[in-house]
Each structure stands twice: as C-alpha cells, then as structure tokens.
C-alpha cells in the first residue's frame, strides 16, 4: 500500500513542533504532567519508527537514510536507552526530522 505523504508529513510535523525541546529539571515519563518533553525516550521512538517507515517506503531521499542509519548506530553504540539525554541528541533527530519534513513538501509539490 502506497504511502499518504499528507498524513506522514502531519505525523512528522507533530513530532518536531509539537514537542518541547527543554530537558526539565525533573525526571519525565508518560505519567509526567506535562508530558510532551523531546527528553522522553517515547518521542525518540517515535522519530525512529517514522524516519524508518518513510525510509521503507521510499518517501524518502538517501541523504536522509544515511543520516539516519548514522544516527541510529550512534545510539545503540552509546546505550542511548540506558542514560540520561543530552540537549546535542534532540538537536540531531531534530535536524533529521526537518530534512524529512523538506523532502515531504518538496516530493508533495512535484506531485501538485
């Protein structure tokens, strides 16, 4: 089943602009009240799992596979899961979610 770019760009929107950027100064969870923190492992999961769906289903550019396999072994390779989130690892999947987003609209206006 093809790929609906318009709902895929909505999701990677959402997970790059509708999230807080700020390492609170107190731990976060799901329970946690505000909750939408970048910090959170759930929200790098989600870029993860969204970067890799748009990747398989060729939405998106080798420029963008590369960057994310990079990233992905950077964070196995340093036990992401396992420790606290530096402000430089939200920055990176940010910029990999804005060049997602680019390539959505740019694959959108060539099909409009």
């Known amino acids: 089943m093809p790929i609906n770019l318009k709902k895929?760009?909505?999701?990677?929107?959402?997970?790059?602009?509708?999230?807080?950027?700020e390492i609170p100064p107190v731990d976060v969870n799901g329970s946690s009240m505000?909750?939408?923190?970048k910090v959170r492992k759930?929200?790098?999961?989600?870029?993860?799992?969204?970067?890799?769906?748009?990747?398989?289903?060729?939405?998106l550019n080798k420029e963008i596979k590369s960057e994310y396999k990079k990233y992905e072994n950077y964070l196995k390779r340093t036990y992401f899961h396992y420790?606290?989130?530096?402000?430089?690892?939200?920055?990176?999947?940010?910029?990999?979610?804005?060049?997602?987003i680019k390539n959505i609209e740019d694959s959108l206006k060539r099909i409009d």
């Open 42 to 59: 759930n929200w790098f999961q989600a870029v993860l799992f969204n970067i890799e769906y748009g990747i398989q289903h060729k939405a």
């Open 34 to 37: 505000p909750n939408n923190y």
């Open 83 to 100: 420790r606290d989130t530096k402000l430089s690892e939200i920055k990176r999947a940010d910029e990999i979610l804005d060049k997602s």
């Open 8 to 21: 895929y760009l909505k999701e990677l929107k959402h997970l790059r602009y509708n999230w807080k950027n």
